[in-house]
Every structure is written in structure tokens, then in C-alpha cells.
């Protein structure tokens, strides 16, 4: 079984700051994936980045960067030089081998000019 | 190229009726999956084809959701005797293979099901 938790249902963040967005996971799985989609209002998800149990290194796309924790289980999304158009939901997932894919509640972030 | 394709976008039924959802994933990828999203929630698990089989389908809440992809590639989502409670999105994606192997889901924009 694979659980997320998302425990920020609300974020502010100033337009040029940073940000994280926290995600915990819980998984039996040996092996597995960690990922975040982004949700504007017009309700498309889109994928931000991916984060495999084994990799060694942080994965990083431009301004996100996933700040990966094996021994916590954690799995925080860093937003670089916050934008007005990064307000959206924002959505941590995981993944077991081939298995499906879980989500968590979802955090809302708005950024203000 | 294109992107996934949901039809209709939005569909309004009465309580009880049958209602079909289609999903065109994107060429060439072989794992498909359909969830449900309600207002304010993540997106749901429904289910997961890998090629015309359905990998797993334990997402699916009771007998009266059903899905199919016979050709391996277009999916339809069926719900029988439809119910308020069925009232959300309903989101397909594709990957080129399966998400464990670090492929990134492609969303469609969505079903809209109300049901009155």
C-alpha cells in the first residue's frame, strides 16, 4: 500500500521568493518513484519532476528541485524565484514498481505580487 | 504532437442513466490509466491498463464502473445506473510505459460528470 500526505493545504509565497511544499510517503515498495503535477485552475495536470528511490542525487527541472529524504520519507517540492503564474494546486504522487500511481490532498499555493 | 484527448469535456446525465467516457491517450504509449477527482481531493486511482489488459483495477468503487481497451490504445470508462455520489472529474493519462519505471503520467484535460 502507498500513502501520501500533504499537510500544507495553503501556502503564500512573495513573487521572486522561495518556496517549499512539503510531502511525506509511506510505501512497502522496495523500489520506487516520487513525482509532482502542478494543477492551474483550468484544471490540466501537468508534470513537474521525478525523483527514483535510488537515484543519488536531488532531481532538479529549472526552477523545482525536489529535496529528497530516503530516511525521512520526505519528498519537498522547491520552488525557485516564485512567478505569478505558479499559482496553482500542487500535487506529490509516488509510485511502486508497476504498480498505480497514488496521490496526495494537494497543496493550493498563491503567490503575491 | 497531440496530447491526450477526453471526450465529452463536460456531461450531464440523470440519475440512473449509462454514460460512457473516452479517452484517446497519446501514440505509441502502451500504459493508460483513468482517475477520479473530486472537488477539493487528489486525484483518485480508478484503474490501469498496460496494452489492451487491465494491470490493475482495484480503484474501481463498485460493479457499476467498467472500463475496456480493446485495441490497445482509446479507452472507455462506462458507468451504469449512474449515482450523485458520481459527480466529479474523471482524468485519463498516458505513459510511455509504467509510471514505476519513472515515465511521466500525460493528462487529459478531463471529464466533467454531473449527474442530477
Known sequence: AQKITQTQPGMFVQEKEAVTLDCTYDTSDPSYGLFWYKQPSSGEMIFLIYQGSYDQQNATEGRYSLNFQKARKSANLVISASQLGDSAMYFC???GGYQKVTFGIGTKLQVIP | GAGV??????KVTEKGKYVELRCDPISGHTALYWYRQSLGQGP??????????????????NDRFFAVRPEGSVST???QRTERGDSAVYLCASSLTSQGAGSPLHFGNGTRLTVT
Do not use: C, M, R, V
Not at chain 2, 484527448?5 to 463536460?10: A, D, E, K, L
Open chain 1, 93 to 95: 504522487a509516488t509510485s
Open chain 2, 77 to 79: 470508462l462506462k458507468i
Open chain 2, 44 to 61: 483518485e486511482f480508478l484503474i490501469y491498463f498496460q496494452g489492451t489488459g487491465a494491470a490493475d483495477d482495484s480503484g474501481l468503487p
Open chain 2, 5 to 10: 484527448s477526453q471526450t465529452p469535456s463536460n
